[in-house]
């Protein structure tokens, strides 16, 4: 396999097959965002594309799961995606499932066919990083797009049979906007009805437009007990009717949650509670990292 440049993938796809077919991201102008500044965006050639595939098959003997990076490799036509999951398939029939990021604005460029292509020739995931359900914070982080939007292509996504991986962050509306974060991100999962909720916590690394706002005091980080009343927030704001795998237990939280919606709410909302009593419950700033 070849790659180019620092590769990015979700934590559910560690043991997946990374195939990059495009470099960097499209849109690469979130604030908090450093994942692909290093990079051009740029659609990789298909053919080097396809000869990775060969490579690893005559590498590994099985592959189970196969993700499609860089940042959004949805923006892909049908067409050049159609090829690259042809040949996934005649290569490794045992493939379970493809993989990959998308943003909103590439799934509303999808039509509903379209969609359901991807899904009947293997693409069982979707992974959006929605961040928040906050028009404000949507157009302070420079996202791209709003509210209504990610809810659209949420459901659109959902509607298709493909599942829906959605990723917010806890801490993005800073100490001024935490609680519409809250309550917009959690009204926002009701309306989406996605398959599965991914909180991170914000971590800001060197060198994003939002670490300038945060040295002159525009932005405040929250502290790790405004982080778990903020979540305690978002929680009680949710209310999905079908089931939703709701993970709060990556490397940057404070407190790990793993449950599903509704179901484990209450169960989540008491941990939190807890947490609130007692800071020992908290992950050490030390233990945290992206």
Same mark, same amino acid.
């Given at each position: ?138 157009? #302070? =982080?420079?996202? %791209? ?6 809810? !659209?292509? @949420? ?7 493909? $599942? ?48 300038? #706002? =945060?040295?002159? %005091? ?6 790790? !007990?405004? @982080? ?7 929680? $009680? ?54």
């Amino acid at each position: 396999m070849r790659y180019e440049g620092n590769i990015f993938r979700p934590p559910s796809e560690a043991y997946s097959l990374i195939l990059q077919v495009t470099i960097g991201c499209a849109h690469n102008q979130c604030t908090f965002c450093s994942m692909f500044k290093d990079k051009t965006f740029r659609v990789r050639n298909q053919d080097e594309v396809l000869e990775d595939l060969d490579m690893a098959r005559r590498r590994y003997r099985r592959v189970d799961r196969i993700f499609l990076a860089d940042g959004d490799a949805l923006v892909l036509s049908n067409a050049k995606l159609m090829r690259i999951l042809n040949h996934i398939n005649r290569l490794f029939p045992e493939c379970e499932r493809v993989s990959v990021y998308g943003s909103p604005q590439d799934v509303l460029n999808k039509t509903p066919e379209e969609l359901k292509e991807l899904y009947d020739n293997g693409v069982g995931i979707i992974y959006i990083g929605a961040e928040s359900g906050s028009d404000k914070v949507l157009k #302070d =982080i420079c996202k %791209g797009v709003t509210r209504a939007q990610l809810i !659209e292509a @949420v459901r659109k996504i959902e509607a298709s049979g493909i $599942k829906a991986s959605v990723t917010f962050i806890s801490g993005m509306g800073g100490r001024d906007g935490w609680e519409d974060h809250a309550i917009q991100t959690g009204t926002m999962i009701s309306e989406m009805e996605p398959s599965y909720v991914g909180l991170l916590t914000l971590m800001v690394e060197p060198g994003v437009p939002l670490e300038a #706002d =945060i040295r002159s %005091g525009k932005f405040q980080v929250l502290t790790a !007990e405004e @982080v778990v009343a903020e979540t305690l927030l978002m929680l $009680k704001n949710i209310d999905v009717k079908e089931k939703c795998v709701f993970r709060s237990n990556h490397a940057s939280n404070y407190v790990s949650l793993r449950g599903d919606l509704p179901r484990d709410k209450d169960k989540m909302i008491d941990m939190l509670r807890r947490a609130m009593k007692d800071h020992n419950m908290l992950k050490d700033e030390r233990f945290r990292m992206l």
